[in-house]
């Protein structure tokens, strides 16, 4: 249990990074040259777009949507998000015009804007309205007044096509520009989006709460000790910060003075970091010198007292230059808690994990705030939750077995003093009961061992899979684009290469959607949502998907289903078996042939209720008798080839098996070698319980 639990405590961060990622990276950049044509998205589907791409950008000009149209001023081309320190030629201050116009599908009747990280005054016109003012935009830093919020601007899908300009002037920040992305997508769905944002801050918040006040309470009894007032204190910092962050969960912080809630975060910054020095001393007294609490301290009380006599705009230069502190100090701590696990102190190692996730989130962020990064997310505040709460549940782990421990020993002595006889028949009782259950975990181990042979024998399998039958397609498409980047090369040698592409990576997209159902079959995690699905569109799907193969080898389809035939199923089940048993014929079927997809309506006698038959037939080289029985009921995932040396993984007809009867009907194969194979399987037509 101690082991799983160190790795959902350093997996888990890194799962739900890397799933943040490939959302927020999901889109590609759709603004080219000012335009973003967003016809091909549907906005009533997806949750929100980002409008990160190439905008026209006018400097030195604030400029109103009336005077763009005119294009009489010359724009320049600017990535967003990005820093104006970011861009060559540029300064960090200073004002400019931004511009993009959204080309949209018509049927959204309300869309709605998003952004936050924009330094640090703007004004949003969109569509010639004047839709949202953060402070106040000017050319100089008398004439212009800072301010950061984030908002959801609404407004009416009049046409499809929405202007966006936005004026932006920075004369109070160390940087000025768009440092995250704007979204555009149907007003419920980015209000959706944005309360999600504020749900996660407020459990963290909660949370931190919670935890302060279990360390306040933990603090009040008999055995004292200061790590208790420590960890709610930096628990009630960390709380505080992300109250008044942009994007706060406590509405009414939104409306500090810029300049107050600027730094007040900077507050949380310089005494948050040296608490951990502080931590540090408290639980690694022998380890960890008083003197650098003292030092990391004052200076973070030197920084938080100066920066309230200086202007926000010189504030803001304070924080690049603490984190050098920071950096010094993380390097402290790394090397002492090193030094610390050599000499073997208790919780040594749990302490460890937990700073070298909060130095990396440290890392992490500071990248993010200098634009070095876009990830679109500060991750310090959830890694220190965690981290936070790890050392909140050790430092009670210990003072819980302090207090057992004393209790123990009272109540054992009195034990031994009044029962010593009978302690010794106990225990000799008690042995022997474990005797048993150490043979009964023995034969439960036993087995355990033949069950996770089997796994590590799946799991080589399909490791196997992965290293032959994906290695090499996708080794194919690299040599192959090698061969498209020749000039020598006519059209039509140039269509061929394209045109095998296509199809190995086709092909290896099959086999990794089939891989990644076998494991969530495998985990007991596969869906189902039946529900009245159209046979005949899913067999025009599939053959739609599988006609280049099959027109490569001048293979005939056939869709002999009813176009009004429907059955009772989970419609992504049944589009996977179609594509795997289509995809089969058509890699056992030699040139020239015939693969046919037919239904009938059959009665089952015996619960008087019809059901719905499908088959899938070829033509091909067929299956020989003595593996025709076993393809539904082997373990073995065995590899296979085609007519033309087309590459199988095996899964397939698994997955088959299992979906169909996920959905309450059967599966077999007919076959004979040189003439015919025909897969059959039958659907309920209508919900059965």
Known sequence: MRLIYWLLLVAGPVIVYVVYLSEYHAYPDLVRDGVADLRDYHLMDKTVIPLNGIWAYYPDQLLTPEEIQTERFHAISVEVPSTWDAIPNFGRYGYGTYHCRVVTPKHPENLALYYSQVFSASALFINGLLCDIKGRVGTSSESSFPEIKSRVISFPALSDTTDIVLQLSNFHFRTGGIKDKLFIGEYDQVKRYRDQQLLVKAFLVGGLVIIAFFQLGMALLPIFNRVYYLFAFICLLLAFRLIILPESPVFIIQEMPYGVRLRLEYLTFFLGIPTISAIMNALFPKDYSRIFVYVFFGLGLVFTFVQYFVP?????????????????????????????????????????????????????????TSGVMHSGIQITPYLMFLFIFVQANVVARRSSQAFLQVEQLSDRLNFVNLNLEKMVSERTRRIERQNIEMERQTRKIDRQNVELQKTINVRNQVLTIIGHDLRSPIGNISEMVDLLLNDTLDDETQMQILYTIKQAATGSFTLLENLMYWGRAQSGRISNHPELSSLYNSVEEALHLLMPGAREKNITLENS???????????????????????????????????????????????????????????????????????????????????????????????????????RGQVYARSKVGEFTAFIFSLPLKETR
């Open 561 to 663: 289903v009813s176009p009004d035939q429907m059955a009772w199923c989970d419609p992504v089940h049944l589009n996977l078996v179609f594509r795997n048993l289509i995809n089969n014929a058509i890699k056992f079927t030699p040139e020239g042939g015939r693969v046919n997809i037919s239904s009938r309506i059959l009665q089952d006698k015996r619960n008087n209720s019809e059901f719905v038959e499908v088959s899938v037939r070829d033509n091909g080289v067929g299956i020989p008798p003595e593996k025709l029985g076993q393809i539904f009921t082997s373990d073995t995932i065995e590899s296979t080839w085609g007519t033309n040396n087309e590459k199988g993984s095996g899964i397939g007809l698994q997955l088959v098996k299992q979906f169909i009867t996920i959905n």
């Open 312 to 368: 926000v705009l010189v504030a803001s230069w304070f924080i690049p230059v603490f984190q050098g502190v920071v950096f010094v100090q993380g390097l402290i701590v790394t090397l002492i808690l090193v030094a610390v696990i050599l000499r073997k102190r208790p919780d040594a190692y749990g302490f460890f994990v937990g700073w070298i996730m909060v130095l990396v989130g440290i890392v992490h962020d500071i990248l993010v």
